[in-house]
């Protein structure tokens, strides 16, 4: 059974920093494509950076120089490292593998809230 399970949301201040991780279970990690997505409040989950299992990077505009995408293969673990965040970086974020462009599966979710 594939289990996604991000950790690490919480209240930041703007310009604050969080770190999200998301851990993997059931699937063999370093055969996918680990994303972020963000679904926030009365809008469409949008994708925030994805990495592929060769390393190929996707960013959104809105977080390039402010997000950093990594994973950690032996760990089943991928991060999203969370810089300079405001208040519209505020949404539930959700972690999402893809093997293949044909099989996927989403974690649950972890809230992130930019406010002061």
């Known amino acids: 059974q594939v289990q996604l399970v991000e950790s690490g949301g919480g209240l930041v201040q703007p310009g604050g920093s969080l770190r999200l991780s998301c851990a993997a279970s059931?699937?063999?990690?370093?055969?996918?494509?680990m994303g972020w997505y963000r679904q926030a409040p009365g809008k469409e989950r949008e994708l925030v950076e994805s990495i592929a299992s060769g390393g190929l990077e996707n960013y959104a505009d809105s977080v390039k120089d402010r997000f950093t995408n990594s994973r950690r293969d032996a760990e089943n673990t991928v991060y999203l490292s969370m810089n300079n965040l405001k208040p519209e970086d505020t949404a539930i974020y959700y972690c999402k593998g893809v093997l293949m462009n044909s099989l996927y599966y989403w974690g649950k979710g972890n809230l992130v809230t930019v406010s002061s």
């Open positions: 059931g699937m063999t990690f370093s055969l996918y494509t």
